[in-house]
């Protein structure tokens, strides 16, 4: 009977009948992979208590061949990123970042660029007050993008080909990258991107991690990049990510979003449709 042993952040659990849980992980070794944990939702001895969205478990079990879903039979919590589950604006944002990953990895791909990018934003979603919050997860986001191969191609107008130099420029999440203002009548979709974003998309990517975390984009780049990414998403994955109707109603200084204080968030996370 293949063993499996492996580090995994939960990206997503399922109640499964009365005492086991379906747990969506991504792994270091594996990429993105569903187990059922029997007895989950009571062992505390095998399952280290709760498992929370965003924990850092190592866990071990077994997948029997010609049985697609793997048996999780022990998880020990390596780091609960506790912090994220009790602020409204991280804990959306978070699962935002679950939502991308659920819908986007296929199963069984291993990605290590990806699994260190996660364990990077959920420690910054631990402590996220006073440090460029929405910009950090502007280029958190930037940066799942272009792992996931989806990274926008803003070097030239993909309708004629010319290099785009023009100051009235503008993007089409289909096409996947810039069209110019004389081709723009064949592409509906697209919407006006300025020329200061797209000079800090091309950027991005080179600058170091240490810079990064001190960027702080302007209100139009920020509104503008949200947009690109939100874009191309929907049309990759075909869907609305329901995190947003969330985060789009929680502001940096005060919480808009209603939360009833005897409800967990992720309960009513879970609620919204
Ligand atoms: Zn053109």
Redesign the pocket.
Known sequence: MPIITDHGLIINKIPYGESDLLITFYTLSRGKMTGIGKGAKRSKKRFSGRLELFSLVRFTGFAKPGISLPRIDECELLDPYQEIQYQPQAFFSGCYFLEIINRCCPEYQANRQIFALLTELFGFLTTPAGRNFTCQIRLFELQIIALLGFAPLLDY??????KANQNMLFFDPEAGGL??Q??HHRYPQAFPISRGTIAILNKFLQIDSNLRKKLNFTPQIMDETAKLCRSLLRWHTGQEFKSLKYIDNIDLFGQKTVIKPTDSLSKQFNRMS
């Open positions: 107008c993909l309708g004629c080909r010319n069209i110019c004389s081709c």
